[in-house]
């Protein structure tokens, strides 16, 4: 068994993550799907920065329509430029079929779903699900020791993946179908990297960003809340400050969109840098984060995207006939915009004390959260947009998952029966119960199934891998302080809310103080 999974304060359900307000009596109610969730305590009075992630986080993709662009340009760099077979161009995206949380078996050219202690609970080939025999042979089931990590296999752990995750089973497929389609000889894990390599260009060659920036009501989600947050959050004497790894030209767009401004593709209007002290652009996280990381910081001169060397926001000496700084006509963005540089050049702009005063918002459980957490101690909150939809489906599904859980007590309790009848004494009763051990498992197998199915059709519920908690579960609840399913549900609560967990529980709290979740 992994013993990381093993030693962390969160694993296997020790303890429910409370939604706020934390005095639900008094404070007046949120909608389900808006609410914050809480791992571990959290003062808001005593955060004295907020920090945001841009993309998928201030700015939250329509996945149908921005993740299906991505496809498109993907396929497109394929054919184009890596000489796969023109047959791609007709291939469509289904937008709904993965989910974050999956991990990618480059080598065996599967798709994998774990539970909190990497046990594979479901698997793909391409679209071809394993049989639990073909699942046992490859992966095993006891004390798994593969840490399913990088370079053999690859993490779908943001929206951004999803796409990449899709044209990688359709290539799958499609290379077991027709092999000799391909100009070169590829194995699964050649695909995932002209895969890789194709996505990765969209993103950088501005095909991808040119158009969201045509048509930006398109691509993302129009929250007219997201302001008033920012406001509240500064009228409380917060710094509020921006980590995106966007460069300037594409930050200001969406930014200008999100904020209401009329004018998204005018180089000239930057009012929505009202709303934070400081912008650092192109941040190439989770580096970012480690302060032992010697990137250069830039000033950016907002109306042209100039970079000026800087070290602490004051421009450096140039060297030559270089005139040293360009004239910002808006004083209001001047020695605001960065680029580069890392989290030490990011406290003196803040006047930061502790990085226990930063709460940082973000998408992405390892750029965003894990690495700020784990390495600066700041306090996080992870947005996740697909938690929307799953409260609101397991509250009314709430009886559904109370009958599978009884139905799992009840064969625990038979199983319990009949392994006490084999050892101490044989007969006739004994073929009786396993009879109905067999029926009730089954019965218990095909509900959870079943279950788990109404959540999505082939990965079940996003936080459950069969009765367990999920790997992506496991990590949000061990990572992200604060999680819920849109970053505006911040402004729905005071700026000095105390977000408070649970209490925890042991497993011999459960069998002791009868909790619903006794086996
Ligand atoms: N070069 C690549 N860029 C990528 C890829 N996937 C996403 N992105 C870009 O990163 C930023 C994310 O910004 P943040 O605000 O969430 O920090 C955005 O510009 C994406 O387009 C990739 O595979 N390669
Ligand atoms: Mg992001």
Redesign the pocket.
């Known amino acids: 068994m992994d013993k990381s999974s093993m030693d962390s304060p969160g694993s296997k359900s020790a303890k429910r993550p409370c939604i706020s307000p934390s005095s639900p009596d008094t404070a007046p109610k949120t909608s389900i799907g808006n609410q914050i969730f809480c791992n571990r305590p959290l003062y808001m009075k005593s955060i004295k920065a907020v920090g945001f ?5 201030l700015a939250q993709y329509k996945v149908d329509t921005f993740e299906s662009l991505v496809y498109q340009q993907t396929v497109q760099n394929l054919v184009c430029k890596y000489n796969y077979p023109s047959e791609l161009l007709s291939w469509v995206f289904d937008s709904d079929y993965m989910v974050r949380g999956l991990v990618i078996d480059k080598k065996e050219g599967n798709i994998l779903k774990m539970d909190c202690y990497k046990y594979v609970k479901v698997a793909y080939h391409g679209f071809k699900e394993l049989s639990k025999e073909e699942k046992l042979l490859i992966y095993g089931n006891t004390l798994v020791s593969t840490s399913y990590d990088q370079p053999e296999y690859a993490l779908i752990d943001t929206l ?1 993946s999803l796409a990449e995750a899709y044209l990688f089973a359709q290539l799958v497929e499609f290379k077991d179908k027709y092999p000799g389609k391909f100009l070169k000889p590829v194995d699964y894990a050649c695909l995932y990297k002209d895969v ?1 390599k194709a ?2 260009l969209c ?2 060659d501005g095909t ?2 040119q158009k969201v920036a045509e048509d930006p009501k398109r691509y993302i989600n129009e929250d007219k809340s997201i302001v008033p947050m920012l406001k509240g959050l500064r009228e409380s004497n917060r710094a509020t400050f921006m ?4 460069l300037w030209d ?1 930050t200001c767009v969406v930014m200008n969109f999100i904020c209401g401004s009329s004018a998204v593709n005018d180089g000239t209007k930057f009012d929505w840098l009202q709303y934070f002290d400081v912008v650092i652009t192109g ?1 190439a ?1 989770p580096n970012f984060f480690k302060e032992d990381n010697h990137a250069n910081l830039f000033e950016v001169e907002p109306e042209s995207g100039m970079l000026i060397n800087t070290n602490d926001g004051s421009p450096l000496l140039q060297v030559g006939n270089i005139i040293a700084r360009v004239s910002t006509k808006d004083k209001s963005s001047a020695r605001k915009v960065f680029q580069g540089g890392n989290v030490v050049h990011l406290y003196p702009l803040l006047e930061i004390e502790a990085s226990s005063q930063v709460l940082y918002v ?3 459980i390892y ?1 965003d959260i894990l690495s700020s957490k784990k390495t600066l101690g700041w306090r996080t909150m992870l947005v996740i947009p697909e938690l929307d939809r799953e409260v609101q489906l397991l509250r009314k599904l709430k009886k559904n998952c109370e009958n599978v859980r009884s139905l799992r007590s009840g064969c625990i309790a038979l199983e319990d029966r009949l392994h006490c009848l084999n050892t101490n004494q044989k007969s006739n009763h004994d073929e009786n119960l396993k009879h109905e051990r067999d029926k009730m498992r089954l019965n218990y197998q095909t509900s959870l199934s079943e279950l788990h199915k109404q959540f999505h059709p082939k990965w079940g519920q996003l936080m459950k891998a069969g009765y367990q908690n999920s790997r992506f579960a496991h990590q949000v609840e061990r990572y992200a302080c604060l999680y819920t399913s849109q970053v505006s549900n911040l402004g729905l609560s005071s700026q000095n809310q105390y977000y408070r967990p649970n209490e925890d529980s042991m497993q011999h709290e459960y069998a002791i103080m009868d909790k619903v979740d006794a086996n």
Not at 53 to 57: A, E, G, L, Q, R
Not at 243 to 246: G, K
Request: net charge neutral.
């Open positions: 992630d841009m993309d998928y986080t951004f890789r996505v990765d993103h950088r991808l960003k980590v995106t790894n966007s594409y941040s996280k973000g998408d992405h750029g």
